[in-house]
């Protein structure tokens, strides 16, 4: 913290400007306007496409390990990272709360498996998909690797489940606007206009049981409202079940579509 030529405190950045010939009143103005101009939202939309490019040019290349929710974890290249990206861990401690003894539980776009294995942990008959064979072998490894038990298949959605019907479905879907240009960036780009989404919402209905529920994480840097109507037009019920907060004050939500 630095002093003015009469006492008062100022920011470096003020420091900088009156170093530099601005008035101190020009200076107070011009560090309220950065407050507001360097908000936490705008940082992160600032700094969000270099860390994603930054994952999918360096990290997602290799093979590396990770601790998350109480499970080792190996995560393959071209696989979403559970740490890198707070959404997956949200979702994780959330499905780890849900009573799942004996239930029938599918993960859509399993990753790693990190959703998966908290399903099985929480007692759970668990089917995990991902259009990605790199994140079903993945998911099929790290299961081995704790001792659980998970079915896992590559499948678009679900185009390889045979009708299989499910009583809790999850999935941490891509929300980005964008089209995927390699199985890396599948888990972030679902189309110009939530068309993953859209899909999914349009093929879950033969997939869930009567009674069953669907849990869908979003961020609320995307319009959740559009989503939302999305399972509406099916004649879903939807709910927000939890709200949650993580890195630079990303605000996640987690539908419930009955």
């Known amino acids: 913290m630095y002093r003015d030529a009469t006492g008062r405190r100022m920011s470096f950045l003020c420091h900088k400007f ?22 936490w939202g705008r940082v992160r939309r600032a700094f969000q496409p270099l860390v994603l490019k930054y994952w999918l040019n360096q990290r997602s290349r290799t093979s590396v390990k990770a601790r998350a929710e109480g499970f080792d974890l190996d995560v393959f290249p071209t696989v979403f990272h559970p740490r890198y990206f707070g959404s997956t861990r949200i979702l994780a401690r959330f499905v780890s709360s849900l009573p799942l003894t004996g239930r029938s539980f599918l993960d859509v776009g399993c990753g790693s498996g990190l959703i ?15 259009i990605n064979p790199e994140a079903v072998r993945c998911t099929l490894a790290n299961a081995e690797r704790n001792r659980l038990h998970i079915e896992a298949r590559v499948s678009d959605l679900f185009s390889t489940l045979n009708g299989a019907e499910f009583e809790v479905i999850a999935w941490n879907p891509p929300f980005l606007p964008g089209t995927a240009q390699s199985m890396a ?30 849990y869908t994480i979003l961020s609320t840097d995307v319009d959740v409202a559009r989503i939302e109507q999305i399972f509406e037009h099916q004649y879903f019920a939807v709910s927000r079940v939890l709200t949650a907060r993580w890195a630079l004050r990303e605000t996640m939500v987690i539908l419930c579509a009955q």
């Open 185 to 214: 960036e599948t888990a972030f780009f679902g189309g110009l206009d939530f068309d993953t989404i859209r899909r999914f919402g349009c093929e879950v209905r033969t997939h869930i049981r009567p009674q069953g529920s669907i």
């Open 18 to 39: 009156v170093s530099n010939g601005i008035s101190a009143p020009r200076c107070r103005w011009s560090s309220g306007m950065m407050r507001i101009m360097l908000s």
């Open 116 to 130: 998966a294995l908290c399903a099985a942990r929480a007692g759970g008959r668990v089917t995990a998909v991902d």
